[in-house]
């Protein structure tokens, strides 16, 4: 695995990341951008299934994948749940590996 080294800090993130929208399953997404963006994400990813989720998480980390995108609007805030589960399940030391994720913002 490739690593990059983030800012000045000497840590090293790998140069793969694991984006984990499909971790919200078939939740609500994009309800704050309106109704068209719901029925765009609506049935588009199935039914998350936890184990499969934690599979791909430890797979991912097994491989050197340390660095992990996520975004507080997938499945309206669901897949941040899940990651979290799968990251504790991993048996990785938090030291390990990075997390990404954006918030809305609503205000103009």
Avoid at 33 to 42: C, D, P, Q, R, Y
Wanted: charged share 25%.
């Amino acid at each position: 695995m490739e690593y990059r080294e983030l800012g000045r800090s000497g840590e090293r993130i790998s140069a793969v990341g694991l984006g984990c929208f499909a971790f919200g399953g078939d939740k609500p997404t994009g309800g704050h951008l309106g109704g068209s963006m719901v029925k765009l994400h609506a049935k588009c990813w199935g039914n998350q299934d936890e184990a499969d989720t934690n599979a791909a998480v430890k797979a991912a980390l097994d491989a050197g994948i340390n660095f992990f995108d996520n975004a507080e609007m997938y499945g309206d805030g669901y897949a941040e749940e899940a990651l979290g589960s799968a990251l504790r399940a991993s048996g990785y030391e938090r030291s390990a590996y990075y997390i990404a994720t954006k918030v809305r913002n609503d205000r103009q």
